[in-house]
């Protein structure tokens, strides 16, 4: 099979929709509303941290996906239970994003529609986009990354008559505790998720600019985050925090002249973008992982049942959208730092213990 | 299934030939014999000319001249091949010679190029591309005579791609003359042709023009071998060589460019591109193709770079709203009426009130009316036309609204996708098919049905490859230095380099000696 590769610039992209991507719609934290937006830089810093120190596995095997490190790292049983392990959590995190755009259609727009009428043709053009693999996905990623930063760089202008600077007050009204949770959680939803990305690394054509891309994709995804929510902010005031999908109902303040008013549809269909992006991706890592555990030579034939799955899963463990809100309050935290940075970490202790990596790789 | 449908569709296409003339066998030394099989090879036809004469040193000998009728420059025949074979021959020279054959191409003919064919094939090939054959008796050998002349249509300026400012020539049926109007724009050694002759049954001339230094070493040998691949009874225009060497058979989006202008087919030679010529027929194929020429006009080169850039943003638009007003129309009147400011949602509801059929409904069937209104407008005879226009303007759209069976935001809007739909004739076909799919998938899903088919069009523009190029370059790959040939049109100056995935052999437009500069082949295998 002939490695199909990206661009670096191509990896910044996928890494700044993949981040982006379904959090936009709907932010965790939301009991820290009124700090969100200082909250994501901080957590943008700690998550650089985090996958800083992930990339090490990648410097210290360049050309392995995670799975081959695991393999290569724990042998080949204990390696591909902790593989199985990720395949969960990239499952559950596609099929996460999955719920919150249809729960997020059926709320605002398509209240009479039902479910699978709208998870159908997504799951459809998902599966078709697999099947053409990465770089298709890395292509047209691109002038959809394009079109969002672009719609919330225009928003800044758009929402001007809207804002209130004293909205923003008070800043720093938080007791300490919910500011470390808060910021933990942001660290690992939406940054830290990135972990996604050990397993494509191998795929980009020059490896050196690997940690660079990934990390300057980090930086815009969360300026571009904390930018819609600063603005949000100041739009929406202490009312925000009230709202399942703050960002939908900021766009819907926007009124300018008689002509430009209820826009939110416009914002809601870019943001969809990005999240087909994110469940795309989790759809290519999970067949492409599958593959690798089961040591096919092709992931081509796995897409549409794990799509499948995706689509069952979407409905099953995110039967409702106050379900999912608890999940992304209480457990999620929890298990991303799991996922993000424990067993990332674990991975590269023990592969330093066990020393002599690059020998063994030459041998 | 498609590489299955695929192998079908090869299958399918090299059982459409029959076998052509018999091969292998040679022209025999007795005259009579020869002129004899000639007959019976291309039967009664009258336009086969046989001239039979007396000649040489030694007295008795007999030759024949053949050629036929209409393909041949009767003037050339006559001043410069029969009349110094009777007359002005001086059989003492052309010692060299060894033979009569010889020595008559040597001293006596005056034509400039002359091939000498023992074969009996590509004889008659040559008697049917044009040539005259000239036969001598006890020689199993026959001269071929370049006297190829025919009635041509003279250069005019091509209907369907009017430009305001610039050249106004454009090619013709004729190859010679249309490779020697790419000669008379591109005046280097570099400009390379190859023929090569396709098609049993036709034997049509196809060319391959490139600008060698230029050009991708590896672009050419692709494109040679897929045209050596066809394998057809005929080809008959341009587009029958586009079929078979396509990239995406299956695809609504064409990876091959038509043009019939030299100016645009010089401009895509000198960016490295590969252009196929196809004799009697204007237009001329160039690969690889971008989606983003098709939004390009020789006229943004001849206008001032801010108003160049201006029109080609309406173009964007144009296709955009071509391609996607009647599905906005549908979703935003029967899904998101929210979104359409209050007055003008009043206006519209007011026009559709008490229309029969939903909106959807409405917007395919005038669509539709629209389109068979179009294509009798191009078939019909020109005198014709006005009733056309009459019927379709007023009996159709006027009628229509007044009887309350349509309401009149669809008629503006189908009026609407219907000019803007001109405004990129190269993406014709697609863009109606892909109006009508949008369409359908607003009337069922509204918005979020549309955005489904942009994204299902976005994957497979971002999966198509022409020619190893991707097809949405350089928007996807983003390559920075080209966007200024799509998003802007920057003046000429600036527009020094080729694009990158085209022409990055030679990255510079200016010579290559005066910036010889590497560059980091970030495209090159990573698209």
Redesign the interface.
């Known amino acids: 099979m002939a490695q199909e ?3 670096p ?2 990896l910044t ?1 996928l890494v700044i929709s993949f981040t982006i991507g379904s959090w936009i719609v709907l932010p965790s934290g939301i009991e820290a509303w009124q700090n969100l937006w200082l909250l994501i830089l901080f957590a943008l810093g700690q998550a650089l941290g985090f996958v800083y120190l992930s990339l090490f596995l990648f410097r210290r095997y360049p050309g392995k996906t995670l799975f081959a490190v695991h393999e290569f790292v724990y042998g080949p049983v204990l390696g591909k239970l902790i593989s199985l392990l990720f395949l969960w959590f990239f499952l559950q995190t596609g099929a996460g994003a999955l719920a919150v755009f249809v729960t997020l ?1 059926k709320t605002t ?2 209240t009479d ?1 039902p479910d699978l ?2 998870l159908l ?2 799951v459809i ?1 998902i599966v ?2 697999c099947r ?2 990465l ?10 990354v ?1 079109a969002t930063v672009g719609l919330i760089l225009v928003s800044v202008f758009l929402v001007l008559n809207a804002f209130k600077a004293e909205n923003l007050l008070p800043l720093f009204n938080q007791s300490l505790a919910t500011v470390f949770w808060n910021t933990l959680g942001i660290a690992v939803f939406p940054f830290g998720q990135n972990v996604l990305f050990l397993m494509l690394l191998p795929q980009v ?1 020059r490896p050196q600019k690997v940690r660079g891309a990934v990390l300057r994709g980090m930086v815009v995804a969360g300026g571009l985050l904390s930018l819609l929510q600063f603005l949000a902010v100041g739009v929406l005031g202490r009312t925000g925090e009230l709202f399942v999908f703050p960002t939908i109902e900021f766009y819907r303040m926007i009124i300018i002249g ?2 430009l ?3 939110e ?1 416009i914002p809601l ?1 870019n943001f ?2 990005m999240g ?1 992006i994110k469940i795309m991706l989790c759809l290519y890592t999970l067949a492409v992982g599958t593959a690798q555990i089961l040591e096919l030579r092709a992931y081509r034939p796995l897409v549409l049942p794990l799509g499948i799955l995706i689509l069952v899963f979407a409905r099953q463990i995110y039967p409702s959208i106050s379900l999912h809100l608890h999940y992304i309050e209480e457990v999620q935290p929890l298990v991303s730092l799991f996922f993000c940075f424990f067993l990332p970490m674990l991975t590269l202790g023990v592969s330093f213990l066990r020393g002599g990596a690059q020998q063994e790789m030459a041998s | 299934m498609f590489t299955m449908l695929w192998r079908k569709f090869r299958r399918a296409q090299q059982r459409t030939t029959t076998p052509g003339p018999r091969a292998g066998r040679d022209l025999s030394p007795d005259l009579e014999a020869n002129l004899a099989a000639f007959k019976r090879e291309l039967g009664a036809s009258p336009d086969l000319i046989i001239r039979r004469l007396t000649l040489g040193p030694k007295p008795g000998t007999t030759g024949a001249l053949l050629f036929i009728d209409g393909l041949v420059d009767q003037q050339i025949v006559n001043r410069d091949v029969l009349s110094p074979l009777l007359h002005e021959v001086d059989w003492g020279k052309g010692q060299g010679a060894t033979d009569l054959l010889d020595q008559i191409a040597q001293n006596v003919l005056a034509v400039g190029e002359m091939q000498r064919e023992t074969e009996w094939r590509q004889v008659v090939r040559g008697l049917l591309a044009g040539d005259t054959i000239f036969l001598v008796d006890g020689q199993a050998a026959a001269l071929l005579l370049s006297t190829k002349g025919w009635e041509k249509r003279a250069i005019q300026e091509p209907e369907a791609e009017q430009i305001i400012q610039g050249p106004h020539e454009g090619f013709t049926e004729n190859l010679r003359t249309n490779t020697a109007l790419l000669r008379r724009k591109i005046s280097t050694a570099g400009l390379h042709f190859e023929e090569m002759k396709l098609g049993r049954q036709t034997q049509t001339t196809i060319a391959l023009a490139y600008v060698k230094g230029i050009v991708n070493e590896k672009l050419v040998n692709e494109v040679r071998s897929r045209l050596k691949r066809i394998k057809t009874d005929f080809i008959l225009d341009a587009n029958y060589v586009h079929e078979f060497i396509t990239d995406a058979p299956f695809s609504l989006f064409p990876t091959v460019a038509f043009t019939e202008r030299p100016d645009v087919v010089a401009a895509k030679l000198l960016e490295g591109r590969v252009a196929i010529f196809v004799d009697g027929t204007p237009l001329v194929n160039t690969v690889p193709v971008l989606l983003v020429e098709y939004f390009q006009s020789p006229d943004d080169y001849n206008f001032p770079y801010y108003y160049a850039t201006m029109i080609r943003w309406f173009r964007y638009l144009s296709f955009f709203l071509a391609v996607l007003a009647p599905g906005l129309f549908v979703a935003l009147g029967s899904y998101h009426q929210e979104l359409i400011p209050t007055p003008l949602m009043i206006t519209i509801k007011t026009a559709t009130e008490g229309t029969p059929f939903p909106l959807v409904i409405e917007v395919i069937i005038m669509g539709l009316v629209f389109e068979i209104l179009r294509e009798a407008g191009v078939r019909l005879a020109r005198p014709f036309g006005q009733t056309i226009s009459i019927v379709g303007a007023l009996v159709i759209g006027e009628a229509a609204v007044t009887a309350g069976l349509v309401g009149a935001p669809t008629i503006i809007v189908i009026a609407l996708t219907a000019i803007t739909t001109f405004v990129v004739p190269g993406l014709l076909g697609p863009g109606i098919f892909l109006r009508l799919i949008y369409t359908i998938l607003a009337g069922v899903l509204g918005a979020y049905g549309i955005l489904t088919g942009v994204l299902f069009t976005l994957l497979h523009l971002a999966s198509l490859r022409s020619f190893g190029v991707p097809y949405l370059a350089p928007l996807a790959p983003v390559v920075p230095a080209d966007l200024k040939d799509v998003l802007v049109r920057a003046p000429i100056w600036a527009l020094g380099t080729r694009p990158r995935l085209i022409g990055w052999l030679q990255p510079s437009g200016y010579a290559a000696d005066q910036e010889e500069k590497g560059g980091d082949r970030d495209g090159e295998g990573t698209w």
């Open positions: 590769l990206i661009s610039r191509q992209f259609l727009v398509f529609t009428a709208l043709p997504w053009i078709y986009g053409r693999g770089e298709v996905i890395a292509r047209s990623n691109e002038p959809l394009l054509n008689q002509v008013t209820r826009l549809l269909l969809l973008t087909f």
